[in-house]
């Protein structure tokens, strides 16, 4: 059974300041996915991380996916309120068929102005 | 966006009785999946469709069962629900046909409440 951890599992921190989430596994993964999740609402694609060593820039957002493939980041710079939300991550385990994708168990960031 | 309906949004039932949630897509994607999501848990797989009439088991589908008799519709069914699944139920797709990183896009929610 494939597994992905998430840490920390909450995060509050001021405006302004850096941060970084950790999705680390024992499994490699063939692409990783980060998602946002608003509360009430269903979770939001931000990005998709296919190959090992890859970086990705979204606004203030960096993911990396690690070069075994195994287990990715998420870097956010000067942290706004609107950052606020419960991030995760999620892995593709195979190429074939249903695809199923693994979540993590989030990542709880609240950005205190 | 792609369109993903979930009804309820909402609902309170007691121990024992059936209930139905059903999700409705605009989009005519063969692929569409329902997760549970819990706190510490993240989003965990419960079934997923293929096709119409075509279905199969995820990671906690003990107590569950699903129909797809039409590409739009996916319904859940609790048939006797039980307090250990009073959970937010989410309806997804693929949001990008034929791609090979099965990205998703995600429905509303419905909150369940088992009394």
């Known amino acids: 059974t494939q597994l992905l951890e998430q840490s920390p599992q909450f995060l509050s921190i001021q405006e302004g300041e850096n941060l970084t989430v950790y999705c680390n596994s024992s499994?490699?993964?063939?692409?990783l996915q980060w998602y946002r999740q608003e509360p009430g609402e269903g979770p939001v694609l931000l990005v998709t991380v296919v190959t090992g060593g890859e970086v990705k820039k979204l606004k203030r957002l960096t993911f990396q996916f690690g070069d075994a493939r195994k287990d990715s980041s998420l870097h956010i710079t000067a942290a706004q309120p609107g950052d606020t939300g419960l991030y995760l991550c999620?892995?593709?385990?195979?190429?074939?068929?249903?695809?199923?994708?693994?979540f993590g168990q989030g990542t709880r960031l609240t950005i205190n102005p | 966006d792609a369109g993903i309906t979930q009804s309820p949004r909402h609902k309170v039932t007691e121990t024992g009785t059936p209930v139905t949630l059903r999700c409705h897509q605009t989009?005519?994607?063969?692929?569409m999946y329902w997760y549970r999501q819990d706190p510490g848990h993240g989003l965990r797989l419960i079934h997923y469709?293929?096709?119409?009439?075509?279905?199969d088991k995820g990671e906690v589908s003990d107590g569950y069962s699903v129909s797809r008799s039409k590409t739009e519709d996916f319904l859940l069914t609790l048939e006797s629900a039980t307090s250990s699944q009073t959970s937010v139920y989410f309806c997804?797709?693929?949001?990008?046909?034929?791609?090979?990183?099965?990205?998703?896009?995600f429905g509303p929610g419905t909150r369940l409440t088992v009394l």
């Open positions: 989009e005519n994607h063969r692929y």
């Open positions: 997804a797709i693929r949001a990008k046909a034929g791609s090979s990183y099965n990205e998703q896009f």
């Open positions: 499994s490699v993964f063939s692409s």
């Open positions: 999620a892995g593709v385990g195979d190429l074939q068929g249903a695809q199923k994708l693994v």
């Open positions: 469709s293929y096709g119409v009439k075509d279905t």
